[in-house]
């Protein structure tokens, strides 16, 4: 069974920083990639960032580059999103999910696998 488990939200205020874990498990993790998404209410899940777990390539939007680090450790089996310098609208509840052949960072679409995710707020 795939699982994906999220950890590592929180409340932070701007400015500040957070790491986000996604552990994943069901499936043999070098052979895809793994996403970070989020949602914010009222809007539409949007990705953050992702990484290929073999290649260590990785896609960031554009609103994070240069704040959001991903990276990916093999021997856990777990991929980091290390936020720095947190923005009030980067408050969202952040997904991770299993990047398969025929998906992307970039929509959410005909995405399979995802984790229940972890709330981060971050106040001005």
């Known amino acids: 069974e795939v699982q994906l488990v999220e950890s590592g939200g929180g409340v932070v205020q701007a400015g500040e920083s957070l790491r986000l874990s996604c552990t994943a498990s069901?499936?043999?993790?070098?052979?895809?990639?793994i996403g970070w998404f989020r949602q914010a209410p009222g809007h539409e899940r949007e990705g953050v960032s992702c990484?290929?777990?073999?290649?260590?390539?990785?896609w960031y939007r554009d609103s994070v580059k240069g704040r959001f680090t991903i990276s990916s450790d093999g021997a856990k089996n777990t991929v980091h999103l290390q936020m720095n310098n947190l923005r009030p609208d980067d408050t969202a509840v952040y997904y991770c999910a299993r990047i398969d052949h025929g998906t992307n960072c970039r929509s959410p679409s005909n995405i399979n696998y995802w984790g229940h995710g972890t709330q981060v707020t971050v106040s001005s």
């Open positions: 990484i290929s777990a073999s290649t260590l390539a990785s």
């Open positions: 069901g499936f043999t993790f070098d052979d895809y990639g």
